[in-house]
């Protein structure tokens, strides 16, 4: 089984501009809105942090965690956020390593419970995540699924 590197942003904080480029890649959320999180994460200002897995030097997982990830339950934060793996590597527990890391850590500093907006059905649950509630989404014409992390 190959081997992969999993860390919190701020243990290799050189990856800011790398990482932020390659959430955009992903999502189409402009690059500066990532960045101004992840310095947020960086200067300490937000405990919401960012996450990847790398191949070498090569990001292929990661994912965020912001206030809200854009639906109506202001009320249910912090959410996981752009939850991501390369295709060629899905299949092999790298998302799910990234969410056992995102729990832990905010566990650890206190944050708990988590949410996180999705269309998957049955993925979550895998990892200890249970389905919430329906939610709606910015501008989404349909609700989307809300999971919680206890």
Not at 101 to 127: A, C, N, Q, W
Request: hydrophobic share 35%.
């Amino acid at each position: 089984m190959k081997k992969y590197t999993y860390m919190a942003l701020r243990d290799r904080t050189e990856l800011k501009d790398q990482a932020a480029e390659w959430f955009h890649s992903k999502w189409g959320v402009p690059k500066e809105a990532y960045l101004e999180c992840m310095e947020a994460y960086l200067d300490g200002t937000t405990e919401y942090g960012w996450y990847l897995c790398l191949d070498g030097n090569k990001i292929v997982g990661g994912m965020g965690v912001i206030e809200n990830d854009f639906h109506d339950r202001k009320d249910l934060s912090p959410n996981v956020c752009a939850v991501y793996t390369e295709e060629e590597y899905r299949g092999q527990g790298i998302a799910g390593h990234l969410l056992d890391m995102v729990v832990d850590d905010l566990k650890s500093k206190g944050i708990t419970p988590v949410y996180l907006v999705t269309d998957h059905t049955g993925f979550y649950e895998r990892y200890g995540w249970d389905f919430l509630c329906m939610v709606q989404g910015d501008g989404e014409p349909d609700m989307t699924r809300m999971y919680i992390h206890r």
